[in-house]
């Protein structure tokens, strides 16, 4: 199953340095049966987006928390798409939601998305909403989407070391 993990670029600096990936709360976004049964269109690459997109979201709730600690962090989505056996749907948290049992090795990362530096400034007005967002607060949810008009840029597992440290990270 392709699964896609919401993170940050600490998470995948630790991705490099470690071989694995731990999704926190072991949760990850992927096309489960819930969310086909929830679009009465749509065909699997479309509907992957939509979980990707779900992903992304999640990411935006990572960087609220990193934004407001003592150290600077680069305000950019980030969501690691990833092949593996170890997914199960949860239903009660999201018709995308999985729960991810153990580590994800770099050897089943298929791709990394990651936002330009063109969406930093949305995306850390979106982190600081995203929370009112859920609970339905329209001026949040329209800053929410403010920043999902950026698309998140593709990059090949193997570009990771170098993005990283173009980064200095």
């Not at 929830?38 to 779900?54: H, I, P």
């Not at 597992?157 to 170098?162: D, V």
Request: no cysteine.
């Amino acid at each position: 199953m392709r699964i896609y993990v919401p993170a940050t670029l600490p998470m995948l600096r630790r991705l490099v340095a470690d071989g694995v990936l731990d999704p926190l709360g072991g949760t990850a976004f992927a096309l489960t049966p819930s969310l086909r049964e929830s679009y009465s269109v749509g065909d699997a690459d479309e509907l992957e987006y939509v979980a990707m997109r779900d992903a992304a979201r999640a990411s935006l709730r990572l960087l609220a928390i990193e934004l407001t600690g003592e150290q600077p962090a680069w305000a950019r989505r980030v969501v690691v798409a990833a092949d593996t056996d170890a997914a199960v749907a949860r239903p009660d948290l999201d018709d995308a939601a999985v729960r991810v049992t153990g580590s994800i090795p770099v050897t089943s990362v298929a791709a990394v998305h990651i936002d330009d530096p063109e969406a930093e400034y949305a995306v850390r007005q979106a982190a600081a909403v995203v929370d009112e967002a859920d609970m339905g607060d329209p001026d949040a949810e329209f800053t929410l989407g403010e920043v999902e008009d950026f698309e998140l840029a593709w990059y090949d597992p193997s570009e990771l070391p170098f993005l990283l440290e173009l980064l200095d990270l």
